[in-house]
DNA sequence: CAAACGTATTGACAACCATCGATGCATGTC
DNA sequence: GACATGCATCGATGGTTGTCAATACGTTTG
């Protein structure tokens, strides 16, 4: 019946809305496509949508799909130029997800 | 025909290997129920199987199989005493996640 | 050994996701 | 204005995932 064997669990100190959050952070992240996209960004400082396709070896549509998750979970940021979309990244949005697992 | 419309990219520093090693580590994070599990075991130093169907409200097979999810991924390690199994939290795994994404 | 109990596995199902071709929308160019 | 170009959206599809009831497995206890 599912009954305690032990001494009662230390209080945890996540909720259940802070995991949500949390969760949909790595879920963005989860991704080798995205993590490449990212690294790519970070090491670049900034970068137009335009290279990724062949670099990665996906699809145009492919690549707006990852990138666009990038950017609704706050770890990219989007700028147009022109005709154009170019990408930085959000540190502060990264620093909060290594933040939360340490 | 995304043809390039500026410099050239930085070369990236993370290979594909490694992006899908680390996308590996990082979904096996990207769920509320696990980043509840693995915070509840972070905070109580180690706990047994049998609190977390009560604490989090999810079945006992559903628990189950977050908990190998989490052990396959090398975040917690799982040891058997007696009929009850107790798992820690692999520090070292999770402090490669968060080096990899600083 | 037999019964009880904690946990893992199986099977099933709905929801979600990564991917791409086709198409639409906006911007710049002639 | 007409055309070309970069990117987003749509529709479809095959694969993955979270969930639980039922069941099997292994350990302890009587």
Redesign the interface.
């Known amino acids: 019946m ?5 001494a ?7 909720s ?1 809305d802070e ?2 959050l ?2 949909g952070w ?2 963005a ?8 996209l990212v ?2 960004v970070a ?3 900034e ?2 949508a ?2 990724f ?3 990665l070896g996906k699809s ?1 549509p492919t690549i707006s799909h990852h990138l666009s998750q990038l950017v609704k979970a706050g770890i990219l940021d989007r700028e147009q130029r022109g005709k ?1 979309a170019w990408f930085r990244l959000n540190n502060d949005r ?1 620093k909060e ?2 933040a939360a ?2």
Chains 1, 2 share one sequence.
Not at 8 to 14: E, H, I, N, Q, V
């Open positions: 599912t009954e305690s064997c032990c009662p669990l230390s209080d945890a100190t996540l259940d995991a949500v949390l969760a790595l879920k992240l989860a991704d080798p496509v995205r993590l490449r690294n790519i090491t670049s400082g970068a137009c335009c290279d396709p062949a670099a145009q154009w990264l997800v290594t697992l340490s």
